[in-house]
C-alpha cells in the first residue's frame, strides 16, 4: 500500500494530467450525445473541456520532460565519447532550465496583464485558465534544472536510455 502512495505522489504530474484529460473526454462525449439527441449543447461544455486541455497540455508537458519523453534527435550525440556527451546533456539541460524559467517570467507577465479579462460563459478571471503556463513551465524549470544536477552528479557514466539503446 505504502509503495502505490509513493508512486502515486511520484508520479502526481502524471495522475493530475491523465485525470484532467478523461474528464476533458467526458464532457465532449456528453455534449456530443447532448447536441445530437436532445438538441442542446452545455453551455459551459466547450469552456470547461478547453481549459482542462490547456492545463493536460502543460502538466503533461512537464512529466514529458520529467521522464524524458520529449522528442529530440540525438544521432550525432550517440556517437561522441561519453564525456562529450555528458557534455552536451549539462549543455542542453542548462539552456532548457533557463528557457523554461524565462518562460515562466513570461507566463507571469501576460497573467498580470490579463487579470481583468473573464470567461464568456464561466464569467470567471481569465488568471485560472492562464495559471496552467506557470504551473507548466514552473514544473519544466524545476525537472529540467534536477536533470541538469543529475548530469553534473553523474557525469560520464551511462544512463538509462542509453543502456537500453
Keep these: 500500500m505504502k509503495d502505490k502512495l509513493m508512486h502515486i505522489l511520484k508520479n502526481l504530474d502524471a495522475y493530475f494530467a491523465g485525470t484532467l484529460f478523461f474528464i476533458t ?3 465532449v462525449v456528453i455534449n456530443v450525445f447532448t447536441r445530437k439527441i436532445f438538441n442542446y449543447v452545455l453551455p ?12 493536460t497540455v502543460f502538466v503533461g508537458a512537464a512529466w514529458c520532460l520529467r521522464t524524458r519523453q520529449h522528442v529530440g534527435v540525438d544521432l ?25 524559467a524565462y ?16 470567461m464568456p460563459v464561466l464569467k ?8 496552467a503556463l506557470i504551473i507548466g513551465f ?11 544536477v543529475n548530469d553534473i552528479r553523474f557525469f560520464g557514466q551511462e544512463t538509462e536510455e542509453e543502456v537500453v539503446e
Design 25 to 27: 473526454i467526458c464532457i
Design 44 to 55: 459551459w461544455g466547450e469552456e470547461v473541456a478547453t481549459s482542462l486541455f490547456v492545463y
Design 76 to 100: 550525432l550525440v550517440n556517437k561522441l565519447p561519453k564525456s562529450a556527451r555528458s557534455i552536451v546533456h549539462i549543455i542542453t539541460d542548462a539552456l532548457i532550465v533557463v528557457l523554461n
Design 103 to 118: 518562460i515562466t517570467f513570461l507566463s507571469y507577465q501576460f497573467i498580470i496583464s490579463s487579470k481583468l479579462k473573464t
Design 124 to 131: 470567471i478571471s481569465s488568471v485560472w485558465l492562464n495559471t
Design 138 to 148: 514552473g514544473l519544466m524549470t524545476i525537472y529540467s534544472l534536477i536533470h541538469v
